[in-house]
């Protein structure tokens, strides 16, 4: 028989007004992955569950089963509030597109621990570090890795040609990369901009927070996961459309 009561650690995605007083709150969790919740009387100013249901918090909370499809949100604690993040548009906005990312990427009730995890590292780094934009292709690349549909960065798709002799198109039909003899599409990524992809898709961390990236291999990269990802998710981030003309500004 399942449990009348329940806690869980969580991440907040998103939130949303429902009826006069309440939120119906998205959430991303190790054990069950993304649901929905309702939180009863959050959107009351004196209500315990308003600072709880904030989007990117990581959060401990206990849930009552609903007798509909919705279980309620009755209490919990900030396990984690990343409050750099609360106070710059920037950090928002990134932030904003990793949570959406997660929200289109994955179904309800798909339980995928390594991406509760990959959540916590991100949300960390764009909290505590300047690294946004790499955050950013960090998590896009870790995410499509995780869910099975990492693109093959070694040579290219088509005709096996090494990275060091050719530009490439990063194509979501073939998984990977296609060389100029392979394949005319644009956007293009350098050898250069490979082996950064490489290395963002593998290394340490630690190490990625050290890595300088130019302003050109940043470009290829951020448009050749943008293609990629459109692709996988049939769907465009408003989130991402949003730093895109941030960055425009
Ligand atoms: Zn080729």
């Not at 907040?12 to 309440?22: A, G, T, V």
């Not at 990802?229 to 960055?247: D, G």
């Amino acid at each position: 028989m399942e449990e009348r009561n329940y806690r869980l650690q969580a991440v907040i995605l998103h939130n949303r007004d429902y009826k006069e007083n309440d939120k119906l709150v998205s959430f991303f969790s190790s054990e069950r992955g993304k649901e929905t919740a309702l939180a009863k009387g959050a959107r009351k100013p004196n209500s315990s569950l308003r600072s709880l249901v904030q989007p990117f918090c990581e959060v401990e909370i206990d849930f009552a089963k609903g007798r509909g499809s919705l279980d309620i949100i009755t209490q919990g604690q900030l396990s984690n509030a990343y409050l750099n993040l609360h106070n710059d548009l920037d950090k928002i906005a990134y932030a904003t597109y990793i949570m959406e990312l997660t929200d289109l990427a994955l179904p309800e009730k798909k339980a995928v621990p390594a991406v509760f995890y990959l959540l916590l590292a991100t949300l960390t780094m764009i909290d505590l570090s300047d690294e946004l934009f790499l955050a950013a292709r960090f998590f896009e690349l870790r995410l499509l890795a995780v869910l099975g549909v990492a693109p093959i960065l070694n040579c290219c798709s088509g005709c096996r040609r090494s990275i060091a002799e050719s530009t490439f198109y990063l194509s979501p039909y073939r998984g990977g990369l296609l060389c100029a003899s392979c394949s005319a599409e644009q956007p293009r990524v350098s050898a250069g901009t490979v082996r950064m992809m490489q290395y963002l898709a593998t290394a340490d961390l630690k190490k990625i927070l050290n890595l300088k990236i130019n302003n050109q291999m940043g470009h290829e990269m951020e448009q050749a996961l943008e293609v990629y990802l459109n692709y996988y998710l049939e769907k465009v981030s408003q989130a991402k459309r949003f730093i895109n003309q941030l960055e425009k500004g």
